[in-house]
């Protein structure tokens, strides 16, 4: 019974440790940016996605999809990655290089976006002050292979230790660089249009509200926590002491955030995951 189900990982696992981190919505941003300087993955989702129309609504449905993964029963995962899968295998984009039409759901893209995704998670909360052994590093790693079967990865194909993530990012690094359309997904995500609701101060005459410029911290937070390869191909941007900024700083939002209350950090399904966890957890 799904009432009974802990779904693919639960309250040991090192993954419901890790997002249990509300420091991940910076992470989110970070794997963006990342992933944008694939060539063939940002073809694909230029040619395929509304997210300059529908920013926040995509940002909405993946968080929901990965938190589906995360805390959801076994059955609302996998009906969630189901329903990726079908969309993905419906869409086609053409290659920025040779003009070759591919399926967006290739394995090499598949894999692109998972590892993108599971380190800056991982890397975003450890350099935040999440504690973590090197065992654990490695325990996020192969526990997300789960995750990467729900796209259709064979999870033998996916790096599943922090060793293997270092090696898989050696390999595809000559592949990477950054595109017009990179450079233009970068600056829509460091200054995308806020929700009506938050843009109030621009409406009555003023540029750099509160909302926006909070954003614009979160923003230069993520891409300063981006690999230093990763920044010298947005064309070197960052000074000898980015990294270290960086740490003070995601340190310090990650205080600020564990401070809320529990229940604004805490999505529904995670509440839902917790309280059924705590219902089958022995007295």
Do not use: C
Request: aromatic share 8%; no cysteine.
């Amino acid at each position: 019974m799904d009432s009974d189900d802990l779904g693919l990982f639960g309250p040991g696992s090192v993954t419901w440790k890790v997002h249990e981190e509300p420091i991940l919505i910076v992470a989110g941003l970070r794997s963006l940016y990342l992933q944008a300087l694939h060539p063939r993955a940002m073809a694909g989702v230029a040619q395929n996605s509304n997210y300059r129309t529908d920013a926040w609504g995509r940002l909405v449905r993946t968080a929901t999809y990965v938190a589906t993964t995360i805390y959801g029963t076994t059955a609302e995962a996998e009906a969630a990655g189901a329903r990726l899968r079908r969309l993905h295998g419906r869409m086609r984009a053409t290659d920025p290089d040779t003009g070759e039409e591919f399926r967006i759901d290739e394995p090499e893209l598949l894999r692109w976006v998972h590892v993108t995704e599971v380190e800056s998670f991982l890397s975003t909360a450890r350099r935040a002050g999440l504690p973590l052994t090197d065992a654990e590093v490695d325990g996020y790693y192969t526990e997300q292979r789960r995750a990467a079967a729900l796209v259709g990865l064979d999870p033998a194909d996916v790096p599943g230790t922090a060793a293997e993530v270092a090696d898989y990012y050696r390999q595809v690094r000559p592949a990477l660089r950054m595109t017009r359309e990179a450079a233009e997904t970068a600056v829509f995500l460091t200054a995308p249009p806020l929700p009506w609701k938050l843009n109030l101060p621009a409406r009555v005459g003023m540029n750099l509200g509160p909302a926006r410029l909070a954003y614009f911290g979160v923003a230069g937070t993520a891409f300063a926590l981006l690999p230093p390869w990763a920044r010298r191909l947005y064309g070197g941007l960052g000074l000898p002491t980015t990294e270290l900024s960086a740490d003070l700083t995601v340190r310090a939002l990650r205080l600020a955030l564990t401070a809320l209350p529990q229940r604004w950090r805490e999505g529904p399904l995670q509440q839902a995951a917790k309280e059924r966890a705590a219902r089958l957890t022995p007295r």
